[in-house]
Nanobody, 120 residues
């Protein structure tokens, strides 16, 4: 079993900042990619950012220059620092990871989601 617990969402004014965290636990041998997705109201889930185990990062064009993904491998945690937030960033944000379990099985897992609302 792999569990993901997200935190850090909330209500923020336009131009403000938030930092999301996602802690991964369970029968994990190693973690490959860690990433964030979001689902705006009435829309489909979309990619936001990802970080590989090798340190490479990738961002959606809509968040480049404003969001930063980072990971603390010792804590099995991935972060998303969001600056310059806009109303269109309002969404439920989901953490997603690809892991190798202690049984040497590859698994993809999702968090439960955390709400981010950008509004004045």
């Amino acid at each position: 079993q792999v569990q993901l617990v997200e935190s850090g969402g909330g209500l923020v004014q336009p131009g403000g900042s938030l930092r999301l965290s996602c802690v991964v636990s369970g029968n994990i041998f190693s973690i490959y990619d860690m990433g964030w997705y979001r689902q705006p109201p009435g829309k489909q889930r979309e990619f936001v950012a990802a970080a590989t185990s090798g340190g490479s990062t990738n961002y959606a064009d809509s968040v480049k220059g404003r969001f930063t993904i980072s990971r603390d491998n010792a804590k099995n945690t991935v972060y998303l620092q969001m600056n310059g937030l806009k109303p269109e960033d309002t969404a439920v944000y989901y953490c997603n990871v690809n892991v190798l379990t202690t049984r040497r099985e590859r698994r993809n897992a999702w968090g439960q989601g955390t709400q981010v609302t950008v509004s004045s």
